[in-house]
Each structure stands twice: as C-alpha cells, then as structure tokens.
C-alpha cells in the first residue's frame, strides 16, 4: 500500500485559515484516498516540531484539541487512517541523527524558513535549523509517497527526496523517495495553495500570531463574533465586486472564504456576485456563511470525547511503532549500529 502522510502543529487554536485551506483539504483527501486499499493514510501530530517555537496554552491540550478538529472537520477513520504523536515514536528522534549525519550545513541553512526565522536575530535555536532534517525522518519512516503540504514547505520535501536519494546511492535502496513536488501538487488535485488573506490587512495571509483580534477568525470564536470580524473587514474604494487578488484582495478573499465554506465552486460564487456594487450585501452573506459554518463544527467538536480519542492514538502508536521501528532497524544495520 502506498503511504499518504500529513500533520498539522498543535501549537495554539487553528484559524479560519488553517481550517480552510490545510485541514479540510487533507481530510478530503484522506477520505477519498483510504477507502481504497492501495492507499494508507497517517495522520499524526508533530508535537516535537511544536516545541521548536513558543505554545500557546498547554501543549497536552493542544494535542487533543488538534486530533478533535481532524474528526469534527469529518476524517473518517477506518483501517487505512493511523493517528499518532510523534514523540510516541522514538524512531523519529533516532533517525533524525542519522540523517543529520547524511544532511549538510550548506543544504539546510538555504531554507527559506530558516533564513526569514533567523534574520535580524543574534541567534535561533537549533531546532529551526534541524526542523527540515527531523520531517524527513517524519516522512522516510513509513516510506510516504504523498505528503499534502503547503507551499512553504516544498523546499522540505525536495530535501527529504535528496537525502533518501544520497542515502540510498551509499548504502542501497533503503528508503522510499518522495515523488517530486509537482507531483504531489498533482496528486492534491490543486494548482495552487489555497491562502486565506488577514481580514483587516488582505495583502498579508491570517495568522493566529497576529496581534489584531479582528483580523482572524479562531475555530473557538463565537460564531456571532467571527460574524462581525467579517463584517468589518477591510474592502476597497472600487466599488465593484471582482476576484482580483493582486487588485482588491479583500474583496477576493471574502469571495474565496463564502467558496470554501459553502463548498460551492469559486467560480460560481465568482460568477454570482459579478459587478454587485453593495460590498455590504456581500459581507451579510459570507458573514451568514461562516457563522453557520462554525455553528456546525463547533456543535460536531462537542460531541467528540476524549476518551475517543485516546483509542484511537492508542491503536495508531502501536502501528507508527511497528512500521518506524522496522524501518530504524534496517538504517541501524546498514549504518553498522547494529
């Protein structure tokens, strides 16, 4: 079976943006791809990855919260989906070293992320500089072919290709290789990322670690206040609706959140509110749209225990550790550590 591997941070609340354009994709994928057989799905947390930056709240918490938004979003989880924590699975940790062994300076410190994290600061800790060396090993451990991810982090995956590449070309075929980014742009069925826009400065992506309250929609918000958020998002002097990221990305973005949310073709949405010139019509709708929307998935994460969730990490770490120690254990002997 081939393997399709994803994760989502469990470092604070999701966004509206996280939501839309990271975890409800996945989900849909996941869901089309595990109900056939040559296809698994893992779907673990990277709690070792959240510790390279500051958590807000309590990490434990975090990781709960996160595994609920994957089943309340509507991830079905049958014999083909693992959930799992990363630090349940010490073969991660392990196989880091060993690859860090193969990685060099030159490669991960041409990171864009690490490069925009360390710039203009005296110093970062290692774990910014190691984090792309510690997804391989995420990744090369259950031999993943597919790796849904976002476009800030396809400079990864062609580092994770290239040291299973050199790995291999020294000790023989050990690891499954990666298929290339296009590929796995391919395999998502998306020409793009999608990128859900700051709702007070649409010229920048949401983020939750923006200050500004108003300018992000969290997955806990009131539905009535994420309500207002939208309505006091910022616009433009046009006076005509059009889909223009690079010109009206405020209007854009309201477009392309009443698309996603709805699940209604952009293009129809596009099509449907063409020329309108009351901005404010356009803000009640999607307005309505997100509120119902948060409605629903708030009402679907209520109803999820954690005693659910338990269960199924428990039955996933026993399969991560399986294939992972398997794995370690065929680097370990070409390594001679064994």
């Not at 090369?140 to 050199?166: C, K, T, W």
């Not at 006091?232 to 990221?245: E, H, I, P």
Request: charged residues 20%.
């Amino acid at each position: 079976m081939k393997t399709i591997l994803t994760g989502i941070r469990a470092n604070s609340v999701l966004t509206l943006g996280n939501y839309l354009g990271a975890l409800l994709p996945m989900v849909r994928l996941a869901n089309k791809y595990s109900d056939n057989d040559e296809y698994q799905v893992n779907i673990f947390v990277p709690d070792l990855h959240s510790i390279i930056s500051e958590v807000d709240g309590d990490l434990q918490e975090n990781i709960i919260r996160t595994l609920k938004y994957w089943l309340a979003a509507g991830l079905s989880v049958g014999q083909n989906v693992h959930t799992y924590r990363q630090s349940y699975v010490p073969a991660h940790s392990e196989l880091c070293w060993i690859l860090n062994c193969t990685a060099t300076m030159g490669e991960t410190s041409r990171m864009t992320q690490f490069k925009e994290k360390s710039e203009g600061r005296d110093s970062v800790n290692v774990g910014i500089f190691d984090y792309p060396i510690l997804m391989a090993a995420d990744i090369l451990l259950y031999s993943a072919e597919y790796v849904p991810i976002g476009e800030d982090q396809f400079q990864h995956i062609e580092l994770a290709r290239n040291l299973a590449m050199r790995f291999n070309h020294k000790y023989g075929e050990v690891f499954t290789v990666p298929v290339s980014t296009a590929e796995q742009v391919k395999f998502m069925g998306v020409s793009e990322g999608i990128r859900i826009r700051d709702l007070l400065t649409p010229e920048k992506k949401m983020s939750k670690s923006t200050a500004a309250a108003g300018s992000k929609i969290m997955l806990d918000d009131n539905p009535e206040v994420a309500a207002k958020k939208i309505m006091s998002a910022t616009t433009d002097s046009f006076g005509k609706v059009k889909f223009d990221m690079w010109a009206q990305p405020g209007i854009s973005n309201l477009l392309l959140i009443e698309a996603l949310v709805t699940d209604t073709p952009l293009q129809t949405v596009i099509s449907t509110w063409a020329g309108e010139t009351r901005y404010g019509e356009l803000k009640k709708k999607v307005a309505a749209s997100v509120s119902q929307m948060l409605s629903e998935f708030q009402e679907r994460l209520a109803k999820i225990s954690d005693e659910e969730v338990f269960l199924l990490l428990g039955m996933g770490e026993d399969y991560a550790n399986e294939v992972a120690s398997a794995k370690l254990l065929e680097v370990q002997k070409v390594v001679h550590l064994r």
